[in-house]
């Protein structure tokens, strides 16, 4: 009895000592949290950029200070991880390097992320309860982004209806038809297809219509996904609705034109979607590189990964 005893206690030991080596070992794995130099803060209000430094720099910056436990191996590396993903899809010390309208869209699409309980993320809140957002600062927030130009941008041009617009390519010839940096085409006919959803989101008083073509109507109505390629939406976008003196809301002026079309093979880069923007009554072709849609995917990443990186889609 004794000898078995002493044997089973020989083991928990070596196991003991062995776990205690490899956590040891592990330690000098652990990935170095480094923040290099700013190029140039964000500048925003004082009471703007207290809200961001309490809930996001610590991923989205160069100022990343993870606590004690974060350094440490097995953490650190899901810590090192969260920063390296933060900082890519935007970083607050190097505000600089995005044009002028994608920092307009990173802030909006950042209150609607806030606003939406995604972000900060939930295990990073639960360490750090300072993070948290109150309704207050949420407040703050939106007051902010409602005064940038981009939220009042209205087309001044002559209200024109949906059908005005498509019917101009809608026999074209396929070189007429406008085409994204990244391949992405303008598809005429959507107008046709079935609409999914009306929306009205945030970040600029819009009304959006979504339609969906046959392929992507019926993986939503069948539940499948990850959507399979073939699968197209549309997003028609209007401007600042109007509401008559009667109570009516109609929509404003014709803003632009969003496409997402599955291709895994040919968009793997961008989670399998291909993204385009049309914007104006010409249509034009947004993006002045071919990897203007990694903005796109970033913030589908963010908001959508649940729904294969598709908003408004009703998949419950």
């Known amino acids: ?20 080596v490899g956590f040891v070992l592990l330690q000098f794995a652990s990935p170095a949290i480094v923040n290099p130099p700013a190029t140039k803060e964000i500048s925003a209000p004082e009471e ?3 809200i961001l430094k309490q809930a996001c720099y610590d991923c989205h910056s160069n100022a ?33 390097k995005n044009p002028p309208v994608v920092q307009e869209l990173l802030l909006w699409e950042m209150v609607n992320a806030i606003e939406q309980g995604k972000m900060p ?52 010839k396929p070189s007429q038809v406008p085409v994204s940096l990244n391949g992405v085409p303008y598809y005429p006919d959507y107008k046709n297809w079935k609409i999914i959803s009306v929306t009205d989101k945030y970040d600029g008083g819009s009304m959006r219509v979504v339609y969906a073509n046959a392929m992507m109507y019926n993986a939503i109505k069948s539940k499948k996904m990850p959507f399979p390629d073939g699968a197209i939406m549309v997003k028609a976008v209007w401007g600042k609705e109007q509401e008559s003196s009667d109570g009516i809301v109609r929509p404003g002026n014709f803003q632009n034109v969003q496409v997402m079309v599955k291709d895994s093979r040919k968009y793997a880069a961008t989670e399998g979607w291909g993204f385009a923007k049309f914007d104006g009554l010409g249509l034009k072709p947004y993006g002045k590189t071919a990897i203007f849609d990694r903005t796109c995917i970033n913030c589908h990443r963010l908001l959508a990964p649940e729904s294969d990186f598709v908003f408004n889609v009703p998949t419950k």
């Open 1 to 20: 009895m004794k000898k078995k005893r002493s044997i089973a206690y020989r083991r928990v030991v070596f196991v003991i000592s062995a776990l205690a």
């Open 48 to 50: 703007v950029t207290r």
């Open 64 to 96: 990343a200070n993870p606590a004690w436990y974060g350094r440490i191996a097995p953490a650190s590396f899901l810590v090192a991880h969260d920063i390296r993903e933060g900082r890519s899809r935007f970083n607050f010390s190097e505000w600089d």
């Open 121 to 172: 993320l939930s295990r990073y809140s639960l360490l750090h309860s300072g993070s948290r957002v109150s309704a207050s600062d949420l407040a703050i927030l939106k007051k902010y982004v409602n005064t940038l130009p981009g939220r009042h941008k209205v087309d001044t041009a002559p209200i024109v209806k949906p059908d005005t617009i498509t019917s101009k390519l809608a026999d074209a």
